[in-house]
């Protein structure tokens, strides 16, 4: 059986901005999440993580490839998620995004060029202006989507990281191998 690749129908310049990524950035309300806040009476604040977005950051983090969230909100979900997963580089509470991954990318010896960054709305703008490969959600707001050089065919908080991060695998020739530990 042959399966489809995640390059299939992708232009030529969308793999090559893919395949210049080094460091992959996300959003967290409405890219890793489906963007709702949900409070309990107490006033405690939990969010949906999709388990799909979960592994495809395992595998590019495990295939050798920085990954960082810059997020506006800062909360104790998103710190717990990202160390399960092994994120290490969490900035949450950040007001200016494009300077928070300038500085990250100047900190990793990267160029800006060499950056992703996965957002959904005007928050992202900036920084979505400033990076090599600016990629989009299905449902993001539509200036965002002007913006972007890809958009997702999944909705933020189903399945929409985890459709990046094989774009970002296929393009480098990396997917294949980030497979073939789940076929042993």
């Not at 999440?33 to 495809?56: C, I, Q, W």
């Not at 490969?133 to 985890?162: E, L």
Request: charged share 25%.
């Amino acid at each position: 059986m042959t399966h489809a690749s995640p390059l299939d129908g992708i232009g030529p310049d969308v793999v090559a901005r893919a395949a210049r990524v080094r460091l992959a950035c996300f959003d967290v309300d409405g890219v890793m999440t489906d963007g709702g806040l949900y409070y309990s009476d107490a006033g405690h604040e939990a969010k949906r993580f999709h388990v799909l977005d979960g592994l495809g950051l395992k595998l590019l983090l495990a295939s050798g490839f920085e990954v960082a969230v810059i997020t506006a909100r800062d909360t104790k979900a998103v710190a717990t998620r990202m160390r399960d997963l092994g994120i290490r580089h969490v900035f949450a509470g950040v007001e200016d995004k494009r300077a928070c991954m300038l500085a990250l990318a100047r900190t990793l010896g990267l160029e800006a060029s060499q950056v992703a960054h996965v957002g959904d709305d005007l928050p992202d703008l900036g920084l979505m202006a400033a990076v090599g490969f600016a990629v989009t959600v299905a449902n993001a707001h539509p200036r965002i989507a002007q913006v972007a050089h890809w958009q997702t065919a999944r909705r933020g908080g189903d399945g929409a990281v985890r459709e990046v991060c094989e774009l970002i695998l296929a393009a480098h020739g990396l997917l294949d191998a980030a497979i073939e530990r789940f076929q042993r």
